[in-house]
């Protein structure tokens, strides 16, 4: 059984800083693309920043120069280095990876989702 779990959320006042992490376990022959995503109150779960298994990433707008993606392969962790928080970075941030388990066929699987909090 495979999953993905979610550390580093919380609360942080605006211009402060978060790492978030992701650490995908169970029986895992190998992780493509990884990523994580947000929802914040109201709205949709949009994109924030993914990784290939090769490294190279891709932003949403909003987060490009205060937001760094990246991952440890021989631990099969993901991680989100968030600089300069904004209120309107609040939302809950869920990891995402799309994963061959032993034996089955590649599937995308999420995490639980920490809680962001920025507010002074």
């Known amino acids: 059984q495979v999953q993905l779990v979610e550390s580093g959320g919380g609360l942080v006042q605006p211009g402060g800083s978060l790492r978030l992490s992701c650490a995908a376990s169970?029986?895992?022959?190998?992780?493509?693309?990884m990523g994580w995503y947000r929802q914040a109150p109201g709205k949709q779960r949009e994109l924030v920043a993914a990784i290939t298994s090769g490294g190279s990433t891709n932003y949403a707008d909003s987060v490009k120069g205060r937001f760094t993606i990246s991952r440890d392969n021989a631990e099969n962790t993901v991680y989100l280095q968030m600089n300069s928080l904004k209120p309107e970075d609040t939302a809950v941030y869920y990891c995402?990876?799309?994963?061959?388990?032993?034996?089955?066929?590649?599937?995308?699987?999420w995490g639980q989702g920490t809680p962001v909090t920025v507010s002074s």
């Open positions: 995402n990876a799309v994963i061959l388990p032993h034996g089955l066929d590649f599937r995308e699987y």
């Open positions: 169970g029986s895992i022959f190998s992780i493509n693309d």
